[in-house]
């Protein structure tokens, strides 16, 4: 624990707060981080804290997004982030298709996400290198027995697999590399799935691409990204691949960061079910473990800003709230979210189960070919009737038995392995 308790002073005497708080805030990953930052900026008033278990904000990512993800209102809230953004669009390249598109994009690594939040939150507000052993409504108890009390509680930790919902996995790798010389990239390269199809060490043949970032003149991110059915990744082989497409470019220098993970990518189940066995009794659930993400490309930021804003708005015009209040407002929006998203889970069992391993990519590569603007709406989760029509319109790409049976299925059961 770096910070002192906010607001107290506490001994072995005075187990609980002298002065609750007015919100906990359980997590300080993306979701946690921005409502704190909103509570802050729109909420003034309001006493809260960030309880968070890692040494820093954010752990260890990098989010990304299109600008016309986030509605013009919303974007004051990623203000004075230090962000890297191109304005020029991005380029996309299949075996048989290569397109510039022109919306502008944006990329934020959780170093200086952590650093903005330090700078601009008061001290008392955050308590790093802190973890929350138990939460309830009525607070948390730390792992070293300190209980903290609040009028309300936001529970902001990561995703938890559940039996309940079904679909698949995206694994990724992903390396800066600082080049001896200028890497020549002017636009990120959003997918570059002209790579072969294999997923590596077993895990069969998967939707794969890689995905470059210039982030100054000499330095490029590298990823390596590939959708499948198992929460597998065999980090060496996954490296060794971001080292040949470095090659493959003529970039040479040497690796001055990295970052992997594994996002599931949701494709249907009982959103209900799998709220109940993460939920607690009058705590918020906020961020990818309640629900809140692109069922298909997994993003996250664009819905993470929109649920910071509505909290802090509503705990502004509403100081009297109580925490059952605020997590049903929470799950209001959750179940909003979920359906509001069906159609982004039945394309995702399009691509579980109609498409054959091997042939995922040319699903992809056929939305590629439609027109900019649809694409923009796909990746904001804003996709029109029009949109969605024809996005299943023209040769399909899918055998046609199998989508129908995708279409009125369920989705393959989330392997519940623990991801490596």
Same mark, same amino acid.
């Given at each position: ?15 609980? =707060?002298?002065?609750p708080?007015?919100?906990?805030i359980? @997590?300080?990953g993306?979701?946690?981080? %921005? !409502? +704190? ?17 890692g040494?820093?904000?954010?752990g260890?990512?990098?989010w ?7 509605p013009?209102?919303?974007r ?10 191109? =304005?020029e669009?991005? =380029? !996309?390249?299949?075996?048989r ?8 994009y944006?990329?934020?690594?959780s170093?200086?996400f ?14 790093l290198?802190? /973890? ?10 730390? +792992? ?10 936001i ?6 697999p559940? /039996? ?13 590399f ?6 020549g ?6 997918? =570059?799935?002209s790579?072969?199809? %294999? ?22 991110? !590298? ?8 929460? /597998? ?6 490296? @060794?691949r ?7 470019n003529?970039?040479?220098g040497e ?9 599931p ?20 659930l ?11 490309t ?6 993470a800003?929109?649920?910071a ?33 069906a159609?982004?889970?039945?394309l ?5 189960? +109609?498409a ?7 699903v ?5 070919? %439609?027109?900019? +603007?649809?694409?923009?709406r ?5 996709s029109t ?9 023209? /040769?399909p ?5 199998r ?10 059961? %989330? ?6």
């Open positions: 624990m770096v910070d002192s308790t906010p607001n107290q002073q506490l001994d072995d005497s005075a187990p609980h =707060d002298v002065i708080h007015d919100v906990i359980v @997590g300080g993306l979701a946690g981080g %921005l !409502i +704190a930052l909103a509570l802050h900026r729109h909420a003034p008033d309001c006493r809260f804290v960030v309880v968070e278990a040494r820093s904000f954010g260890h990512h990098r990304s997004w299109f600008e016309t993800d986030l013009v209102k919303a004051p809230l990623m203000a004075g982030f230090d962000l890297n953004g191109w =304005d669009g991005y =380029d !996309i390249t299949f075996p298709l290569g397109r510039t598109l022109p919306t502008s944006r990329s934020l690594a170093a200086e952590h650093a903005k939040l330090i700078a601009e939150l008061p001290a008392e507000r955050v308590m290198e802190t /973890k929350a052993a138990s939460v309830d409504a009525g607070g948390v108890t730390l +792992a070293d027995g300190t209980r903290l009390t609040a009028k309300r509680v529970d902001c930790r990561p995703f938890k559940s /039996k309940a919902l079904s679909g698949g996995w995206q694994v990724f790798l992903g390396q800066q600082r080049c001896e010389t200028p890497h990239l002017t636009r990120p390269v959003i997918m =570059d799935a790579v072969d199809q %294999l997923a590596p060490h077993g895990n069969g043949a998967a939707y794969r691409f890689v995905y470059v970032l210039p982030l100054s003149p000499t330095d490029v991110f !590298i990823e390596d990204t590939y959708y499948a059915d198992q929460p /597998k990744m065999d980090a060496d082989v996954l490296k @060794g971001v080292a040949e497409y470095a090659h493959r003529g970039w040479k690796i001055v960061d990295q970052e992997a993970g594994i996002l990518v949701i494709s249907g189940g009982d959103f209900t079910a799998a709220l109940a066995e993460v939920a607690i009794p009058g705590v918020a906020a961020g990818a473990r309640g629900g809140f993400s692109h069922p298909l997994s993003y996250t930021l664009p819905f800003v929109d649920n804003l509505a909290i802090a708005h509503l705990i502004a015009r509403r100081p009297d709230l109580t925490g059952t209040e605020l997590a049903a407002f929470c799950q209001r929006r959750a179940k909003r979210h979920w359906r509001a998203t159609y982004y889970r039945m995702s069992r399009m691509l579980f189960e +109609a054959e391993p091997d042939k995922r990519v040319v992809f590569e056929h939305f590629y070919t %439609l027109r900019g +603007a649809l694409v923009e796909f990746y904001a989760g804003r009737w029009p949109d969605r029509l024809r996005i299943l319109t023209g /040769k790409p899918v055998a046609i038995p989508a129908i049976r995708a279409l009125f299925s369920s989705g393959k059961p %989330l392997n519940m392995e623990t991801p490596a």
